[in-house]
């Protein structure tokens, strides 16, 4: 891999056999860190509730927890900690870092949550808002609410930022994003997911969009539109680094590659199977190198 222009690999939690493995490759270990997704039929409790008071429906891909649960915050802060007590990746990139949802389809059902009475409690308290009833909550605080959410999703990151800066200082901090722009799906990205870009400035260094095309209905050429759309909601000194998705490749890549706004670095999901096949291989090497030139001194993964 290393020979076709790959310098980094990402992988689930502190696996200790991958850290193994990047060493003994050279290439540098990133951690896909899992913060807001559970096994809902293990932890029933952790069901967000919608707004007819009753647990959200919810697919396969679901993510995003209840944040009143504060026994499973707890255990999500212990497993960082004694990861980066432990070992020295070159980043960590937060995962699931959201309300409730999935976006990995071309069709989502999206639903507002979490009223249980303990995050409403939380709601009212932070926006001194007096409504106990999420229709009312909807009705007439629908940007307060909005607001608390995504600035609550943006405090967790920026206590598991410090955290990890405190032991890390150079350890990039990643976030995977909900790949939509802020105005598609009547604002989805915040009103459901609560991923502000804005907000999420202060922990984050490297925002990553999850390009996953063929999952989610769209072409090849959705990384680069993104991209050029871009500098309308990514802070400024704040990178974007898209992943995309093996099932897609090569076309999302070579698209990505023409893009005049470049992406820092690349991630492709599942992107190590590409390099049994040796002309996919130099696809990858060609593009990353045209990528690359884009980001002069630049040192990305
Ligand atoms: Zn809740």
Not at 150 to 157: E, T, V
């Given at each position: 891999?290393?020979?076709?222009?790959?310098?980094?690999?990402?992988?689930?939690?502190?696996?200790?056999?991958?850290?193994?493995?990047?060493?003994?490759?050279?290439?540098?270990?990133?951690?896909?860190?899992?913060?807001?997704?559970?096994?809902?039929?293990?932890?029933?409790?952790?069901?967000?509730?919608?707004?007819?008071?009753?647990?959200?429906?919810?697919?396969?891909?679901?993510?995003?927890?209840c944040l009143?649960?504060?026994?499973?915050?707890?255990?999500?802060?212990?497993?960082?900690?004694?990861?980066?007590?432990?070992?020295?990746?070159?980043?960590?990139?937060?995962?699931y870092?959201?309300?409730?949802?999935?976006?990995?389809?071309?069709?989502?059902?999206?639903?507002?949550?979490?009223?249980?009475?303990?995050?409403?409690?939380?709601?009212?308290?932070?926006?001194?808002?007096?409504?106990?009833?999420?229709?009312?909550?909807?009705?007439?605080?629908?940007?307060?609410?909005?607001?608390?959410k995504?600035?609550?999703?943006?405090?967790?990151?920026l206590?598991?930022?410090?955290?990890?800066?405190?032991?890390?200082p150079?350890?990039?901090?990643g976030?995977?994003?909900?790949?939509?722009?802020?105005?598609?799906?009547?604002?989805a990205?915040?009103?459901?997911?609560?991923?502000?870009?804005?907000?999420?400035?202060?922990?984050?260094?490297?925002?990553?969009?999850?390009?996953?095309?063929?999952?989610?209905?769209?072409?090849?050429?959705?990384?680069r539109e993104w991209?050029?759309?871009s500098?309308?909601?990514?802070?400024e000194?704040?990178k974007?680094?898209?992943?995309?998705?093996?099932?897609?490749?090569?076309?999302?890549?070579?698209?990505?590659?023409?893009?005049?706004?470049?992406?820092?670095g690349?991630?492709?999901?599942?992107?190590?199977s590409?390099?049994?096949?040796?002309?996919?291989?130099?696809?990858?090497r060609?593009?990353?190198?045209?990528?690359?030139?884009?980001?002069?001194?630049?040192?990305?993964v």
């Open positions: 891999m290393k020979d076709y222009g790959v310098n980094a690999r990402w992988f689930h939690l502190f696996n200790e056999a991958a850290f193994e493995a990047c060493a003994e490759q050279e290439l540098e270990a990133c951690v896909e860190f899992k913060t807001f997704r559970a096994d809902f039929q293990a932890h029933p409790e952790l069901i967000p509730i919608g707004v007819d008071r009753k647990p959200i429906r919810y697919g396969r891909l679901v993510q995003g927890i009143s649960q504060k026994e499973y915050l707890a255990k999500i802060e212990e497993e960082l900690l004694a990861g980066i007590k432990q070992f020295k990746p070159r980043g960590i990139w937060l995962d870092l959201t309300y409730a949802g999935w976006f990995e389809t071309s069709e989502p059902d999206l639903q507002e949550s979490c009223f249980c009475p303990d995050c409403i409690a939380d709601f009212c308290n932070t926006a001194a808002v007096d409504a106990a009833d999420p229709q009312e909550i909807l009705a007439c605080y629908s940007e307060e609410w909005k607001q608390h995504c600035r609550k999703i943006a405090d967790f990151a206590h598991y930022a410090r955290l990890i800066k405190a032991h890390g150079d350890c990039i901090v976030a995977y994003m909900c790949p939509w722009t802020p105005d598609e799906f009547d604002g990205l915040t009103r459901i997911f609560a991923q502000s870009y804005h907000d999420l400035a202060e922990a984050i260094d490297v925002y990553t969009p999850l390009i996953y095309g063929s999952k989610s209905g769209r072409g090849p050429a959705w990384g991209l050029a759309q500098a309308g909601f990514v802070p000194g704040r974007a680094q898209l992943i995309l998705d093996a099932l897609d490749y090569p076309e999302s890549l070579e698209e990505t590659a023409r893009s005049e706004v470049p992406s820092w690349i991630q492709v999901f599942a992107g190590a590409l390099f049994r096949d040796k002309e996919k291989a130099i696809v990858f060609n593009s990353v190198e045209t990528i690359r030139n884009l980001l002069p001194g630049d040192r990305s």
